[in-house]
């Protein structure tokens, strides 16, 4: 009886010891090979601040095993920053985010560890190694499986910066620019003549709009499938407001369907300023510049109807266009309109200039406002413009003459100073 | 004293000036400008898609009162956008998104709105058809010299190309990666250059068609 009962609690502890092991974290000497393996912790630099970069070097045999960052801060709090992380991924980032602000606080003292693992890690595991204050470096077993466990790092600290010196090119960049700005305002104020060459494009406003009001058809003018925020789009309301005076003077209708209700409420305050400057506030009218939908085809659509319905006799595509620009082109040319098109997007041009009449290419968009304005302060900014277009040119030889004297000739001092020329122009 | 257009004008400068020193000055209040602008932005964006529905269901009410030619489809917008509007919002409480795979807003999105969109798309495939004979006629030398190299760039992309000649792909991707490209980069750095004026004229009152 007495040995039943011993072999029994033998039996009992056996179980218990062999059950509590499957569960629990034992740790080995170094049997996962993971020599050169370590992870280093710095602030983000040039960022505002509550960011850290974590980083880490491997040997090539580690390629395919995962990584899990803890971190500790001075409190002693334990947070899991990623878990399973292909080792080959090199770097992640613990930063304070819109849905996690308090991630990482500024000043405080925050201690990394890394857990190698062959296998994508478990969620029992993550949650003992949460519980641990402090892990030593090594190999350890948990329900069968290795992994490692790396050194961790030193405190690591993090700080806003006060200046972004990854921009430094683009300051001096600003500073130059500024200047040539200033020196030709100066010039225009003083009262110097300013050239700017003919834009085809933009002598034919007046002529698509005579030709549209001796028809009797309304005017179209889209501003494609842009925001408010996009320069295209704002050097097309700038050539709204050109376009609407000539509308108001010819007293004719012109009609803005727009894809964003931002750019519709500002169409229909350009519109109505225009035809007001122009004398005839009593012909605009606000349902002319409507909304039609937020939706690249569907707005592709509702606009091609309006124009197969409203036959207009002058089309202007001035905005950001992208897939819908040639379907809105071929339907204005179908009509017989003349059309007169600008975009900024170069992938874009190509339809344009097949479908429309006149298309402004590029900066002529850009440049439209004050073509069509010819004023000497506005002139200033285009003779500017054209003087650092000669800086850049100059500066592109002078790239394309010293890379052939050092990736042609291997002339290593063209080497460093092509290497020097391309850390400065890069952002 | 800043009165009339000086006052938008003067909001624009002071604006344009704080978001060129948060491009350089990361440290807070500078850093988050940009994000908190963005996020205005969007605020009032929302307002004003208010403004967009009601000129957009206005139209079509005008329309359908007054009989227009095709009122029918006005009839269709109007019913199609309350009925998305009623089951969008429908699924949103019984399912807390209106995007949920069983919704019934995810079945017309599905089949309607989607094959809509293909429908308009591939529409594109027969402009560009059209565009191109237009374009590719041999009317002058721009043209021919047009129409050579687009049957050289579009042979050299197909299998028939390379079987013509092994150097036909290698000449389409030199045209591609030489000429073209430097044609394309040289009207983006007049693109940027322009945006640059653009912004600078703005942001010193010397470009004001934009102000109402």
Same mark, same amino acid.
């Given at each position: 009886?007495?040995?039943?009962?011993?072999?029994?609690?033998?039996?009992?502890?056996?179980?218990?010891?062999?059950?509590?092991?499957?569960?629990?974290?034992?740790?080995?000497?170094?049997?996962?090979?993971?020599?050169?393996?370590?992870?280093?912790?710095?602030?983000?630099?040039?960022?505002?601040?509550?960011?850290?970069?974590?980083?880490?070097?491997?040997?090539?045999?580690?390629?395919?095993?995962?990584?899990?960052?803890?971190?500790?801060?001075?409190?002693?709090?334990?947070?899991?920053?990623?878990?399973?992380?292909?080792?080959?991924?090199?770097?992640?980032?613990?930063?304070?985010?819109?849905?996690?602000?308090?991630?990482?606080?500024?000043?405080?003292?925050?201690?990394?560890?890394?857990?190698?693992?062959?296998?994508?890690?478990?969620?029992?595991?993550?949650?003992?190694?949460?519980?641990?204050?402090?892990?030593?470096?090594?190999?350890?077993?948990?329900?069968?499986?290795?992994?490692?466990?790396?050194?961790?790092?030193?405190?690591?600290?993090?700080?806003?910066?006060?200046?972004?010196?990854?921009?430094?090119?683009?300051?001096?960049?600003?500073?130059?620019?500024?200047?040539?700005?200033?020196?030709?305002?100066?010039?225009?104020?003083?009262?110097?003549?300013?050239?700017?060459?003919?834009?085809?494009?933009?002598?034919?406003?007046? %002529?698509?709009?005579?030709?549209?009001?001796?028809?009797?058809?309304?005017?179209?003018?889209?501003?494609?499938?842009?925001?408010?925020?996009?320069?295209?789009?704002?050097?097309?309301?700038?050539?709204?407001?050109?376009?609407?005076?000539?509308?108001?003077?010819?007293?004719?209708?012109?009609?803005?369907?727009?894809?964003?209700?931002?750019?519709?409420?500002?169409?229909?305050?350009?519109?109505? %300023?225009?035809?007001?400057?122009?004398?005839?506030?009593?012909?605009?009218?606000?349902?002319?510049?409507?909304?039609?939908?937020?939706?690249?085809?569907?707005?592709?659509?509702?606009?091609?109807?309006?124009?197969?319905?409203?036959?207009?006799?002058?089309?202007?595509?001035?905005?950001?266009?992208?897939?819908?620009?040639?379907?809105?082109?071929?339907?204005?040319?179908?009509?017989?309109?003349?059309?007169?098109?600008?975009?900024?997007?170069?992938?874009?041009?190509?339809?344009?200039?097949?479908?429309?009449?006149?298309?402004?290419?590029?900066?002529?968009?850009?440049?439209?406002?004050?073509?069509?304005?010819?004023?000497?302060?506005?002139?200033?900014?285009?003779?500017?413009?054209?003087?650092?277009?000669?800086?850049?040119?100059?500066?592109?030889?002078?790239?394309?003459?010293?890379?052939?004297?050092?990736?042609?000739?291997?002339?290593?001092?063209?080497?460093?100073?092509?290497?020097?020329?391309?850390?400065?122009?890069?952002? | 004293?800043?009165?009339?257009?000086?006052?938008?004008?003067?909001?624009?400068?002071?604006?344009?000036?704080?978001?060129?020193?948060?491009?350089?000055?990361?440290?807070?209040?500078?850093?988050?400008?940009?994000?908190?602008?963005?996020?205005?932005?969007?605020?009032?964006?929302?307002?004003?898609?208010?403004?967009?529905?009601?000129?957009?269901?206005?139209?079509?009410?005008?329309?359908?009162?007054?009989?227009?030619?095709?009122?029918?489809?006005?009839?269709?917008?109007?019913?199609?956008?309350?009925?998305?509007?009623?089951?969008?919002?429908?699924?949103?409480?019984?399912?807390?998104?209106?995007?949920?795979?069983?919704?019934?807003?995810?079945?017309?999105?599905?089949?309607?709105?989607?094959?809509?969109?293909?429908?308009?798309?591939?529409?594109?495939?027969?402009?560009?058809?059209?565009?191109?004979?237009?374009?590719?006629?041999?009317?002058?030398?721009?043209?021919?010299?047009?129409?050579?190299?687009?049957?050289?760039?579009?042979?050299?992309?197909?299998?028939?190309?390379?079987?013509?000649?092994?150097?036909?792909?290698?000449?389409?991707?030199?045209?591609?990666?030489?000429?073209?490209?430097?044609?394309?980069?040289?009207?983006?750095?007049?693109?940027?250059?322009?945006?640059?004026?653009?912004?600078?004229?703005?942001?010193?009152?010397?470009?004001?068609?934009?102000?109402?």
């Amino acid at each position: 009886m007495l040995k039943r009962t011993l072999l029994l609690i033998l039996f009992l502890i056996l179980s218990i010891s062999l059950f509590s092991e499957n569960d629990s974290l034992i740790f080995l000497e170094n049997q996962f090979p993971c020599e050169g393996f370590y992870i280093t912790g710095r602030d983000i630099p040039n960022d505002g601040g509550s960011g850290i970069e974590i980083n880490w070097s491997f040997p090539d045999s580690l390629d395919n095993c995962f990584l899990t960052v803890l971190r500790r801060d001075e409190f002693g709090n334990n947070s899991v920053v990623a878990t399973d992380l292909l080792v080959s991924s090199k770097q992640v980032r613990d930063v304070s985010s819109d849905e996690e602000p308090s991630r990482v606080k500024d000043g405080i003292k925050y201690y990394y560890t890394g857990i190698l693992s062959k296998k994508i890690i478990d969620e029992n595991l993550l949650n003992i190694l949460k519980e641990k204050s402090y892990l030593k470096n090594g190999t350890y077993i948990f329900n069968n499986d290795t992994f490692y466990v790396t050194s961790e790092t030193d405190a690591v600290i993090s700080k806003a910066s006060w200046f972004n010196l990854s921009r430094i090119p683009v300051l001096i960049s600003l500073i130059i620019i500024a200047f040539v700005f200033l020196y030709y305002l100066n010039l225009a104020k003083s009262g110097k003549e300013l050239y700017i060459r003919k834009i085809n494009g933009l002598d034919a406003v007046e %002529e698509a709009v005579g030709r549209s009001t001796e028809m009797g058809k309304p005017i179209m003018y889209i501003l494609g499938i842009g925001y408010v925020t996009d320069i295209p789009t704002i050097a097309g309301l700038t050539i709204l407001s050109r376009v609407s005076k000539k509308v108001a003077e010819y007293e004719t209708k012109i009609l803005v369907p727009s894809y964003d209700p931002v750019v519709m409420t500002t169409a229909q305050e350009v519109v109505k %300023e225009a035809f007001t400057e122009a004398g005839r506030p009593d012909l605009y009218n606000k349902n002319d510049i409507m909304y039609i939908t937020q939706d690249q085809f569907g707005y592709a659509a509702g606009v091609d109807g309006m124009m197969m319905r409203e036959k207009p006799g002058a089309v202007f595509l001035q905005g950001l266009f992208f897939a819908e620009s040639l379907i809105l082109a071929e339907t204005g040319h179908s009509i017989g309109a003349i059309q007169i098109s600008g975009t900024t997007e170069t992938a874009q041009l190509p339809f344009f200039v097949a479908a429309c009449d006149y298309t402004l290419i590029g900066e002529e968009m850009m440049a439209a406002s004050v073509y069509l304005q010819k004023e000497p302060m506005m002139l200033s900014s285009i003779a500017a413009e054209d003087l650092l277009k000669v800086f850049i040119m100059l500066l592109i030889i002078a790239g394309f003459v010293i890379s052939i004297f050092a990736f042609g000739f291997n002339i290593g001092l063209f080497k460093n100073l092509f290497d020097h020329l391309v850390n400065a122009l890069q952002v | 004293m800043l009165k009339g257009k000086g006052i938008p004008i003067f909001i624009t400068f002071l604006t344009g000036m704080i978001m060129i020193i948060s491009f350089f000055i990361p440290h807070k209040p500078f850093g988050d400008i940009e994000k908190i602008s963005l996020t205005w932005y969007s605020i009032i964006a929302g307002f004003t898609m208010l403004l967009g529905v009601d000129s957009l269901i206005g139209m079509h009410f005008r329309k359908l009162k007054r009989k227009d030619e095709n009122w029918f489809f006005s009839l269709v917008l109007i019913i199609g956008f309350t009925a998305t509007v009623v089951v969008g919002i429908i699924e949103t409480v019984r399912f807390g998104t209106a995007f949920d795979e069983r919704s019934y807003f995810t079945y017309i999105y599905n089949y309607f709105i989607v094959p809509l969109q293909s429908t308009m798309f591939s529409l594109l495939a027969f402009f560009i058809a059209s565009a191109a004979y237009r374009a590719f006629r041999a009317r002058n030398f721009d043209a021919t010299l047009l129409l050579i190299t687009a049957i050289i760039v579009m042979l050299g992309r197909v299998p028939l190309g390379e079987q013509i000649s092994p150097y036909l792909p290698k000449f389409t991707e030199w045209i591609m990666q030489v000429p073209q490209m430097a044609a394309k980069r040289g009207i983006g750095l007049g693109i940027s250059l322009g945006a640059l004026g653009v912004s600078i004229r703005i942001i010193l009152g010397i470009e004001r068609s934009y102000l109402s």
